[in-house]
């Protein structure tokens, strides 16, 4: 069974910039379609980018287009999300999630991924 914990959440400015991890043990993610996904308090979890097993198709989210980018390093069972650019509205905890069922393949739904994380927490400051 894969287990992902984050790392790299904190506090930073407007306009300023974190590299979060995720960090897969066991069997790794390798196959499994991955996201990242947000919840803000009082809002409903959303996703924030999903990328599929092999990395040629990534969709993010409006809201974060051309600042975040998700990465993976297969060797360290990692994968990162880097953004740039941070808004006080993307003040949130982020997770990151696997899907290993195929039927949920392209999900966008955080409740389809069977594999998550515990979450980190990432405060931006205006």
């Known amino acids: 069974q894969v287990q992902l914990v984050e790392s790299g959440g904190g506090l930073v400015q407007a306009g300023g910039s974190l590299r979060l991890s995720c960090a897969a043990s066991?069997?790794?993610?390798?196959?499994?379609?991955l996201g990242w996904f947000r919840q803000a308090p009082g809002k409903e979890r959303e996703f924030v980018v999903i990328?599929?097993?092999?990395?040629?198709?990534?969709v993010y989210a409006d809201s974060v287009k051309g600042r975040f980018t998700i990465s993976t390093d297969n060797a360290k069972n990692t994968v990162y999300l880097q953004m740039n650019s941070l808004k006080p509205e993307d003040t949130a905890v982020y997770y990151c999630?696997?899907?290993?069922?195929?039927?949920?393949?392209?999900?966008?739904?955080?409740?389809?991924?069977?594999?998550r994380g515990q979450g980190t927490q990432v405060t931006v400051s205006s």
């Open positions: 999630a696997a899907v290993t069922r195929p039927e949920y393949s392209g999900s966008y739904n955080y409740k389809d991924y069977d594999m």
């Open positions: 066991g069997r790794g993610f390798r196959y499994y379609d």
């Open positions: 990328r599929n097993w092999s990395g040629n198709r990534k």
